[in-house]
């Protein structure tokens, strides 16, 4: 008498498993610095062709040589209503199709005059809003569009912050962007709701303190990375790099993430959920 495992009709349908964005094309809108180009080099590391578009262009040849055959990189604002369209069409004409939108674009006004609400200013306050909400609102207006027009659904993922539902007032007080993040929540997910039906997929990331050109001043003050340690304390409670969220955006741009719409995932070190120490 033998004994074994039992066969299972589906296991002779098994077959070798194929990169998680393998024939995907798509775009990051600010994926020529920090976060965005992690993210960028993953996907095609992933099995993608990407096109990314930044507003430094001395990062556009940088990212271009390490994106390789795979990839396009092009300077231009995501506050402009066309540089996402442009993007698009340019992922279209190159590889055929858009599969995905990945906003990373954004980022601190406190040069511009963003902070405290009694420190504030009206310029602060509109030029925060248009840097991380209205040109997100632009690239997840063309990406739909595209979806629509080709019919075939599709993935935004946007960049969104843990400030917008777990404040930091003594280190982090800047107003108008945790306003901009928390409306960049409720944007995502209305528009979500709506789009289901056609199968195009909307979710959010919400990242705590990552090493970035943005996070510059944070990084530098030994005040706050003390604050960091014991707020952000996974890993041996460190700051964020961006590669800690390549491989979920890598999961929502993959089909693995074909039921999942209308989310916010914190990919944050335990911050949403710690208290932190002060000095």
Known sequence: ??????????????????????G???VVIGGTTGLGLSAARAFVEAGARAVVVGRNPAGVDAAAALLGENGRAFSGDACDPETAPR???EAVAAFGKLDGLY????????????????ELTDEGWRATLDLNLSSLMFSNRAAVRQFLVQGSGGSILNMGSVLARSPSPRHFSTHAYAAAKAALIGFSKA?????????????VLAPALVETPMSERA?????????IKTKQPLDGGRIGQP??????AVYFMSDGARFVTGQVLSVDGGWSVTEGQYD
């Open 1 to 22: 008498m033998r004994f074994g495992i039992p066969k299972h009709p589906g296991f002779a349908k098994l077959r070798p498993v194929q990169p998680l964005l393998e």
């Open 103 to 118: 906003h990373v674009a954004g980022g601190s006004g406190r040069r511009m005059g963003d902070g405290p609400l009694h």
């Open 191 to 203: 528009t979500a709701a709506c789009y289901a039906p056609q199968n195009i997929r909307i979710n």
């Open 219 to 227: 990084a530098q003050d030994e005040t706050i990375l003390r604050f």
């Open 243 to 248: 590669r800690d969220l390549d491989a979920a």
């Open 87 to 89: 993007a698009i069409a």
């Open 24 to 26: 995907k094309s798509l």
